[in-house]
């Protein structure tokens, strides 16, 4: 939901999707369309009807009212600002940075961007330089962070383009176990499926064999995914 729309239309949009039961919302808020104001009138409707709400930001003062808003999760965010404001409410606070379609466009702009305006592309160096600059500081001040790729164009591809993404933040800091964690118990919690994400007694999981333990080696070099 985005794309100049009205408040008056949003929230008219929002209780028409969880009225067909939808299992979450987004809201495209870069660039800028709606206000606190407007996105915690959506959080409030979400929130009654237990649901999460998500936010496409990336720029700051997009990330800053997604933040003051009490959205779900913020995704693509990459003007990490202000981050103390996520810890304002210990139940939402969720970053989905999706660095790896960010770096897949600035190492391969001419796949990447095939088909689309080549005028984005300092839009993306820019979205690169502000996540490299931003997700490790995220990840020193312990925020919870997910697994997000922002897949479907080439080369950020479905499946793989998931270890990647781990690897990028891995290179930014963040440990393999968090790497894992936050690919499944964090992702679930993002979207408020405690079954998913864990092995505990009557939630739903498929298991992944390594040929090494991916705490110690990664999940790059010689570890290989065996089933």
């Not at 300092?122 to 922002?150: A, K, M």
């Amino acid at each position: 939901l985005g794309v100049q729309t009205s408040e008056k239309k949003l929230l008219h949009a929002v209780e028409s999707e969880l009225q067909a039961n939808v299992d979450h919302i987004k809201i495209i808020n870069d660039p800028i369309y709606f206000s606190v104001k407007s996105l915690r009138h959506a959080v409030e409707i979400t929130n009654k009807a237990n649901k999460p709400l998500a936010c496409h930001s990336y720029t700051k003062n997009s990330v800053i009212i997604a933040t003051k808003s009490g959205v779900n999760s913020i995704e693509h965010a990459a003007g990490l600002v202000n981050v103390e404001l996520a810890h304002s409410n210990p139940m939402r606070g969720f970053i989905v940075p999706t660095c790896v379609a960010a770096n897949d466009v600035v190492s391969e702009p001419k796949q990447a961007l095939s088909g689309m305006d080549d005028a984005t592309l300092p839009i993306f160096q820019q979205w690169w330089e502000y996540l490299h600059e931003n997700v490790p500081e995220s990840i020193h001040r312990c925020l919870s962070i997910g697994v997000g790729t922002d897949s479907g164009f080439p080369p950020t591809i479905f499946g793989s383009s998931v270890w990647r993404e781990m690897a990028i933040l891995n290179s930014f800091g963040m440990s393999w176990k968090d790497c894992l964690i936050a690919a499944t118990e964090t992702n679930a919690r993002i979207l408020q499926q405690p079954l998913l994400g864990n092995l505990y007694a009557g939630s739903f999981a498929d298991f992944i064999i390594f040929s090494s333990n991916p705490l110690k080696t990664g999940l790059k070099g010689k570890n290989h995914i065996l089933s």
